[in-house]
């Protein structure tokens, strides 16, 4: 079993849903959560960051943590054919590396 | 700002040449890394500098050589390219060590060895 799961969808949804992406994890010690979003042939970049558990909005955007349950989340509202990009979690722990662990990736596909 | 660049974007090799994937960044991060990524199988790390004047090995090391050739530089060396390391790579930067630490990713370079 991975560090972190993913499902790789594609999860495809008409313009203006409410979009549910999820992760969940193993290791306990997981404090920093951080979604990317990656455009086709593009690098990931960072989109949402949030520390230990509750929810953080950004806009149209919000990130919920779970640690109880190891289960990240990310909701998009309104989604938008702009929003059409595969979305990756990660996450670390608080000390030794910084290095994130990356789950699969879910591509989503906004259709109008 | 630049911010992450990689050349080249795209590369075809014959099983056993070897290349070098060149990165480099202008935001004065002290850490870079080197991943690949597969259909399916998400970011992979290779190689990290955690700083100039380190590498350390990540989940997939084997086939791969790195050279951190100064604070905003850091390569990445098939040296027997196969099959097997056809993928998208991708460098990425960072400063190590902040709580809100994010890391910043160049466009990749897609490579297939055929």
């Known amino acids: 079993q991975k560090e972190v799961e993913q499902d790789p969808g594609p999860l495809s949804v008409p313009e203006g849903a409410i979009v549910s992406l999820n992760c969940t994890y193993s290791n306990s010690a997981f404090q920093y959560f951080m979604w990317y979003r990656q455009y086709s042939r593009k690098g990931p970049e960072l989109l949402m960051y949030?520390?230990?558990?509750g929810n953080k909005e950004d806009g149209r955007f919000t990130a919920q943590v779970d640690k109880s349950s190891k289960y990240i989340s990310l909701f998009i509202r309104d989604s938008q054919p702009s929003d059409s990009a595969t979305y990756l979690c990660a996450m670390r722990a608080s000390g030794g590396s910084y290095i994130p662990t990356f789950g699969r990736g879910t591509s989503l596909i906004v259709h109008p | 700002n630049a911010g992450v660049t990689q050349t080249p974007k795209f590369q075809v090799l014959k099983t056993g040449q070897s290349m070098t994937l060149q990165c480099a960044q202008d935001?004065?991060?002290?850490?870079m890394y080197w991943y690949r990524q597969d259909p399916g199988m998400g970011l992979r790390l290779i190689y990290y500098s955690a700083s100039e004047g380190t590498t350390d090995k990540g989940e997939v090391p084997n086939g791969y050589n790195v050279s951190r050739l100064n604070k905003r530089e850091f390569s990445l060396r098939l040296e027997s390219a196969a099959p097997s390391q056809t993928s998208v790579y991708f460098c990425?930067?960072?400063?190590?060590?902040?709580?809100?630490?994010?890391?910043?990713f160049g466009s990749g370079t897609q490579l297939s060895v055929l």
């Open positions: 935001m004065n991060h002290n850490s």
């Open positions: 949030t520390y230990s558990s």
């Open positions: 990425a930067s960072s400063e190590w060590g902040r709580s809100n630490e994010k890391l910043f």
